[in-house]
T-cell receptor, first 113, second 115 residues
Framework: DQQVKQNSPSLSVQEGRISILNCDYTNSMFDYFLWYKKYPAEGPTFLISISSIKDKNEDGRFTVFLNKSAKHLSLHIVPSQPGDSAVYFCAASEQTGANNLFFGTGTRLTVIP | DTEVTQTPKHLVMGMTNKKSLKCEQHMGHRAMYWYKQKAKKPPELMFVYSYEKLSINESVPSRFSPECPNSSLLNLHLHALQPEDSALYLC??????????????FGPGTRLTVL
């Protein structure tokens, strides 16, 4: 059973506009959430994270929003750039330390120049 | 050095072969992980090592045998694999600082094909 879901397998956005990638989770014990970006033939690259005590975390062009009551998080990229084209994975974790990351199925973002 | 390296990048093996995948990090991380990723699927955790000790084994078949010789190295020994084991095998590491959340940093993966 998929505990972390990304319901949009793909998203196309014009360069300079905002990209919004969504993620839902079912396990209320998750308290740490991460976004990874993956290019073909490469491992996932960590982008940004948020703990459950916050509802927003920002790093440059990337902002993650967390809505705990809805068990929903989103990644906003603004402005989007062609180099942002990749597969984005949402991941969630229950506890600190060495632990299992539960990944979503990914969303392929294409930024059109 | 802020990366996780994996060798080989590609591996083709027969079902009777024995081979090993290697992973190395020099970031001082004390947790290391093996994940398996099939096409169009998310990475799935196989094993976790904390302070060089196996802490999580996600019911992985015994034809996969992990080894952590020291805090920088992680191996995955493969024997008598099946064609359905063909996948991208990802290694990751994290700092394991007590009481804080730890991002996992991934290597580029080994693309394994079992014939």
């Amino acid at each position: 059973d998929q505990q972390v879901k990304q319901n949009s397998p793909s998203l196309s956005v014009q360069e300079g506009r905002i990209s919004i990638l969504n993620c839902d989770y079912t396990n209320s014990m998750f308290d740490y959430f991460l976004w990874y970006k993956k290019y073909p033939a490469e491992g996932p690259t960590f982008l940004i994270s948020i703990s459950s005590i916050k509802d927003k975390n920002e790093d440059g062009r990337f902002t993650v929003f967390l809505n705990k009551s809805a068990k929903h998080l989103s990644l906003h990229i603004v402005p989007s750039q062609p180099g942002d084209s990749a597969v984005y994975f949402c991941a969630a974790s229950e506890q600190t330390g060495a632990n299992n990351l539960f990944f979503g199925t990914g969303t392929r973002l294409t930024v059109i120049p | 050095d802020t990366e996780v390296t994996q060798t080989p990048k590609h591996l083709v093996m027969g079902m009777t072969n024995k081979k090993s995948l290697k992973c190395e990090q020099h970031m001082g991380h004390r947790a290391m992980y093996w994940y398996k990723q099939k096409a169009k699927k998310p990475p799935e955790l196989m094993f976790v090592y904390s302070y060089e000790k196996l802490s999580i084994n996600e019911s992985v078949p015994s034809r996969f045998s992990p080894e952590c010789p020291n805090s920088s190295l992680l191996n995955l020994h493969l024997h008598a694999l099946q064609p359905e084991d063909s996948a991208l095998y990802l290694c990751a590491s994290s700092p394991l600082a007590g009481g804080t959340y730890n991002e996992q940093f991934f290597g580029p993966g080994t693309r394994l094909t079992v014939l």
